[in-house]
């Protein structure tokens, strides 16, 4: 009789590590993914475009726009804003003026820019900066989040 109890055991302990084998192997989810897009930003795009600093002081107020191939528009969620600002610094012993660059930067999740990032770079901006928009993370219409091309003009 005890041989007959230890079979029922050896099934029965088979059984339920087959079963939750089995459970545990469910399909796995498909994987996003996401859509060839484009990023504009006032029609410029890419990280190589140049403008002048009057189409700078009017594009600065324009959207920053995320597009596929069909015309659709994905909302921005997040993005980088990097302004690089030439300036100068005078040297004290000498009093000689030489050019520097800095950056200035801040997260937003909006577009288009406050209205103080907007205002310092139309009275500011001078031949030799840049803008530059990076880590554009937009969402499609059934909430996949993705990244998006980076944007990068000069000013000339």
Request: charged fraction near 20%.
């Amino acid at each position: 009789m005890s041989k007959n109890i230890l079979s029922k055991i050896v099934l029965l302990v088979g059984i339920v590590l087959l079963g939750n084998n089995l459970i545990a192997q469910s399909k796995p989810k498909p994987k996003f993914k996401p859509p060839v897009v484009k990023t504009f930003f006032g029609g410029m795009r890419g990280t190589t475009d140049s403008v002048t600093i009057v189409t700078m002081q009017k594009l600065i107020d324009t959207t920053l726009q995320v597009v596929d191939a069909k015309g659709n528009i994905y909302p921005t969620t997040h993005f980088v804003f990097t302004f690089k600002r030439i300036g100068v610094v005078e040297n004290d012993s000498t009093g000689k003026v030489t050019p520097e660059s800095d950056l200035a930067a801040a997260e937003f999740t909006t577009t288009p820019l406050p209205d103080i990032w907007r205002k310092t770079i139309k009275e500011t901006v001078v031949a030799g900066e840049e803008i530059h928009f990076s880590d554009i993370i937009v969402t499609d219409n059934k909430g996949n989040y993705f990244y998006a091309p980076d944007v990068k003009i000069a000013i000339r």
